[in-house]
């Protein structure tokens, strides 16, 4: 049956999965996405990128899901195999990196995702033009990172500075600009100074209530 099946149905998998996911629906989402995988590896074989970068789309829907334990899985043999395939500074590592560190502030394990968002920072600040969104993104990664640790004092300027940078370009993406400011509000909050956190509150979003708040989301397994 997968012999018969064109490249174009990939595509078509991550839009379904993109949809179930809005839906809360994240197992079912996981699910299109391990097909997906099931498609490309009988079209281009087991080590094609392509595989890599749908492994790494699964983890992050188990992790944003709560399955922490399968999405660690997931993560750990995707960087390896990057890690394996790329030069240490590669983008794509630093990607993989960022999903597998804001699954990691999920844990108690938080000093390890602090380890791994300083790499991340390093790898894109060696291997990305000045000006990238996301060096100032990374910034800010080992900024939540350290909060989630309680370090406000140091989580406090990296998450301001990277917050800057990610305002003053075009390109940075608006969820991750309203993810940086809703960690400044919930940072402010712990810390007891709300006078700061009200500058940040104005600016987010309001969320309107979808069908996905009424699905029931089963937790994962946390992961010791």
Same mark, same amino acid.
């Given at each position: 049956?997968?012999?018969?099946?064109?490249?174009?149905?990939?595509?078509?998998?991550?839009?379904? !999965?993109?949809?179930?996911?809005?839906?809360?629906?994240?197992?079912?989402?996981?699910?299109?996405?391990?097909?997906?995988?099931?498609?490309?590896?009988?079209?281009?074989?087991? +080590?094609?990128?392509?595989?890599?970068?749908?492994?790494?789309?699964? !983890?992050?829907?188990?992790? +944003?899901?709560?399955?922490?334990?399968?999405?660690?899985?997931?993560?750990?043999?995707?960087? +390896?195999?990057? /890690?394996?395939?790329?030069?240490?500074?590669?983008?794509?590592?630093?990607?993989?990196?960022?999903?597998?560190?804001?699954?990691?502030?999920?844990?108690?394990?938080?000093?390890?995702?602090?380890?791994?968002?300083?790499?991340?920072?390093?790898?894109?600040?060696?291997?990305?033009?000045?000006?990238?969104? /996301?060096?100032?993104?990374?910034?800010?990664?080992?900024?939540?990172?350290?909060? !989630?640790?309680?370090?406000?004092?140091?989580?406090?300027?990296?998450?301001?500075?990277?917050?800057?940078?990610?305002?003053?370009?075009?390109?940075?993406?608006?969820?991750?600009?309203?993810?940086?400011?809703?960690?400044?509000?919930?940072?402010?909050?712990?810390?007891?100074?709300?006078?700061?956190?009200?500058?940040?509150?104005?600016?987010?979003?309001?969320?309107?209530?979808?069908? !996905?708040?009424?699905?029931? /989301?089963?937790?994962?397994?946390?992961?010791?």
């Amino acid at each position: 049956c997968m012999a018969q099946i064109p490249w174009g149905r990939v595509p078509r998998l991550y839009g379904m !999965a993109q949809r179930q996911v809005e839906l809360g629906l994240y197992l079912a989402a996981a699910g299109q996405i391990r097909y997906a995988i099931a498609v490309l590896d009988r079209q281009y074989g087991p +080590d094609h990128p392509l595989i890599i970068q749908a492994m790494i789309r699964k !983890a992050g829907i188990l992790s +944003d899901g709560e399955q922490l334990v399968a999405a660690e899985a997931d993560y750990l043999e995707a960087i +390896d195999r990057l /890690r394996r395939r790329l030069p240490p500074t590669h983008p794509h590592i630093a990607d993989a990196l960022t999903g597998y560190s804001k699954l990691l502030m999920k844990t108690p394990r938080t000093d390890e995702a602090e380890k791994l968002a300083r790499e991340c920072l390093s790898i894109r600040e060696t291997s990305l033009p000045t000006g990238d969104w /996301r060096r100032a993104s990374a910034k800010c990664l080992v900024g939540e990172a350290l909060f !989630a640790q309680k370090k406000f004092e140091l989580a406090e300027p990296l998450l301001l500075e990277g917050l800057d940078e990610l305002n003053s370009n075009d390109e940075a993406p608006d969820a991750r600009l309203e993810v940086v400011r809703d960690c400044l509000v919930a940072l402010y909050e712990a810390w007891e100074k709300p006078d700061k956190a009200d500058a940040y509150r104005p600016k987010r979003r309001a969320t309107t209530t979808t069908a !996905a708040s009424q699905v029931e /989301r089963r937790p994962g397994k946390a992961i010791e």
